[in-house]
């Protein structure tokens, strides 16, 4: 379920989100444009308008979200 959030991404933060999500693909082995990916860049972006600014902290609150299992089989 998605945050609710008045807050507006601007493209200096479209691009940090990018640059975290090919990272957290990238170490998770999650293939571009597969459903996986989709649901990483989904809570990324939750999480980035719940607040959590931190590249680290967001990387850091998605690990229990993302299983490794069905992210490497997600290709």
Known sequence: MPFAS???IDSEDLSFLHAVLTDV???RQI???SEAETLVADQLINWFLFGIRDAQELKSM???MIDPAEA???R
């Open 25 to 27: 693909c990238r170490e």
């Open 31 to 33: 293939a571009p444009g």
């Open 62 to 64: 998605l690990d229990p």
């Open 6 to 8: 008045n807050d507006i």
């Open 72 to 74: 490497a089989t997600a």
